[in-house]
């Protein structure tokens, strides 16, 4: 079963209920969706949760879990979509799972109601909300969290998203529900069958002073595309498999496979799913980083200069495309001018901040931005360097150095068409400068 399914089993002799209510906000902080479980919540908590929400971004703050000063309740949050995802409990449980469960929400929203303007569709269509919501959660706890398995309960929209008019429950239990392959609907049938797998890996490290990289380490993960008829069975092989590490997999993976034999053999889900989640360079050697860097800073009284080189690196021929810096300024800063071998700089006086917009870096040698910074109090030295954050991406390329090798179909006896591709993409990539 899925992983929050099981979950309610092995926990719900232990709580009187885990979830209180649900709440549902625009990105405006209007309420669209006000469910409750075991216990009813007033509306004043959502609206507190929002009013919180606004002041941890502008002291950009991140707090998953709030507590309201009301009444004794965490609120947990999850915003995607333009819409706001608040989860009310009143007692003891494991705060990750509420935080992943309210995550799950928005992607069975969006597998139902289709991703694009999911917000305005999810105005429109709050009468399928409240049946999703009773599939998903009973009494408080998670019951129903697989996406096909909803769609099986409930006749979906039209490709629009907006119904013709009632909503239609279907009377009859879907045999998917009792079936061991609850993931997968019982009849599906393709004109042109084609699966396409995604590996999206995100570099994080943190360089010194120096240059050098202080520690590292990468979040994968492999997105899977299935548009195949029957139940077939799909055998996946990676090279550098062994690169992987903390290894998470859908219940769709044979799991004795993998750990045995380091093969993924799968019956998929129907649509998008998430095959696997993994990190990458932390117990084994440090893998190189996609972009190195030359930072230099140097103080001087009322004023300080600053230089960042940036060239690409270990990325298999492949271009780094929509580079971008952004800085974390000393808070003392008064002027800054700076110049660039390619780009520009922009500076936000107001809340420190700076940007370089790079591009697209070239394959050989590195570009250089150059500036000083004019501090308030001129007759005194600033103690605080920058920060800069490097955001980036490089299409086809895998850093880890994980390749697939081979992707097989079993069982039915039709052309499988098959796709391909990796995309790396910058996420706490940080300098100390």
């Known amino acids: 079963m899925h992983p929050l399914d099981s979950w309610h089993k092995e926990y719900s002799y232990g709580f009187r209920e885990m979830i209180d209510s649900i709440f549902i906000l625009s990105g405006q902080g209007d309420i669209i969706?006000?469910?409750?479980?075991?216990?009813?919540?007033?509306?004043?908590?959502a609206e507190e949760c929002y009013k919180l929400i606004k002041e941890n971004k502008e002291s950009n703050l991140l707090k998953p879990v709030l507590s309201s000063e009301q009444e004794p309740a965490y609120m947990f949050h999850y915003e995607k979509h333009n819409l706001i995802y608040i989860a009310?409990?009143?007692t003891e449980g494991p705060a990750l799972l509420f935080s992943k469960f309210l995550e799950h929400l928005d992607l069975v929203l969006c597998d139902f109601f289709g991703e694009e303007g999911l917000g305005?569709?999810?105005?429109?269509?709050?009468?399928?909300?409240?049946?999703?919501?009773?599939?998903?959660?009973?009494?408080?706890?998670?019951?129903?969290?697989?996406?096909?398995?909803?769609?099986?309960?409930?006749?979906?929209?039209?490709?629009?998203?907006?119904?013709?008019?009632?909503?239609?429950?279907?009377?009859?239990l879907p045999?998917?529900?009792t079936s061991s392959l609850y993931w997968r609907k019982g009849t599906v049938l393709y004109v042109n069958n084609e699966i396409f797998i995604d590996i999206n890996e995100t570099m994080n490290a943190i360089f010194g002073r120096d240059g050098?990289?202080?520690?590292?380490?990468i979040n994968g993960e492999v997105l899977c595309c299935s548009k195949l008829s029957g139940v077939p069975t799909i055998l996946l092989n990676y090279d550098n498999v062994m690169v992987m590490e903390d290894v998470s997999v859908h219940p769709c993976v044979k799991y004795l496979e993998w750990v045995n034999k380091k093969h993924v053999m799968f019956v998929p889900p129907d649509g998008n799913f998430t095959l696997m989640k993994y990190?990458?360079?932390?117990?084994?050697?440090?893998?190189?980083?996609?972009?190195?860097?030359?930072p230099s800073f140097t103080f001087s009284k009322g004023s300080a200069r600053f230089e960042l080189a940036i060239a690409a690196r270990n990325t298999g021929s492949k271009a780094v495309e929509q580079c971008f810096i952004d800085f974390s300024m000393p808070s003392t800063s008064r002027q800054i001018n700076a110049t660039a071998t390619q780009g520009a700089f922009t500076y936000d006086s107001n809340k420190k901040t700076a940007r370089w917009t790079v591009g697209t870096l070239p394959m050989q040698g590195e570009v250089v931005l150059t500036g000083n910074i004019d501090f308030e109090d001129r007759d005194a030295y600033c103690e605080e360097r920058p920060i800069a954050t490097i955001s980036f991406r490089v299409p086809m390329y895998a850093v880890s150095g994980l390749k697939i090798r081979s992707l097989t179909l079993s069982g039915p006896t039709y052309k499988m068409f098959k796709g391909m591709r990796c995309l790396t993409i910058g996420g706490n990539y940080e300098v100390r400068m």
């Open 33 to 45: 969706i006000d469910r409750p479980f075991a216990q009813t919540s007033p509306r004043s908590l």
């Open 120 to 172: 305005e569709k999810v105005r429109s269509q709050f009468v399928y909300l409240y049946m999703i919501m009773d599939e998903l959660i009973d009494g408080g706890f998670p019951n129903i969290t697989e996406p096909n398995m909803i769609k099986e309960l409930l006749n979906p929209p039209g490709p629009s998203g907006h119904s013709a008019g009632t909503v239609i429950s279907k009377t009859e």
């Open 212 to 217: 050098v990289i202080i520690t590292s380490f």
């Open 88 to 90: 009310i409990t009143r």
């Open 175 to 177: 045999p998917t529900l």
């Open 279 to 294: 990190r990458a360079g932390t117990a084994s050697a440090a893998v190189p980083p996609p972009i190195s860097v030359r």
